[in-house]
Nanobody
Framework: QVQLVESGGGLVQPGGSLRLSCTAS????????MGWYRQAPGRQRELVAI???????TYVDSVKGRSTISRDNAKNTVYLQMSSLKSEDTAVYFC???????????????WGQGTQVTVSS
């Protein structure tokens, strides 16, 4: 059983910063990509940032230049550092792990439960 546990959400003032963390646990042999999606009320879930095991990263245009995604492969953990936060960053942020290899069950993708980020004064 693979689980993704997120932390680091909360209430932040406009212009502030936060760091989200997500750790994957279970009988994991490897993970191809880890990243973050977000979903605001009334909107579709969108990719925020993702990083692959070979070092490629992708960011949604709206967070480029003010966000950094990083990964600790030894800990199966991904981080998202966000700064200069805006009200439009308010959303539930979901951790995502793609092509997780568990020897007993093979490859699969997993989602975390989500963590709320609210940017407001």
């Amino acid at each position: 059983q693979v689980q993704l546990v997120e932390s680091g959400g909360g209430l932040v003032q406009p212009g502030g910063s936060l760091r989200l963390s997500c750790t994957a646990s279970g009988s994991i042999f490897s993970i191809y990509a880890m990243g973050w999606y977000r979903q605001a009320p009334g909107r579709q879930r969108e990719l925020v940032a993702i990083t692959t095991s070979d070092g490629n990263t992708t960011y949604v245009d709206s967070v480029k230049g003010r966000s950094t995604i990083s990964r600790d492969n030894a800990k199966n953990t991904v981080y998202l550092q966000m700064s200069s936060l805006k009200s439009e960053d308010t959303a539930v942020y979901f951790c995502y792990a793609e092509r997780v290899w568990v020897p007993a069950t093979g490859f699969d993708d997993y989602w975390g439960q989500g963590t709320q980020v609210t940017v407001s004064s």
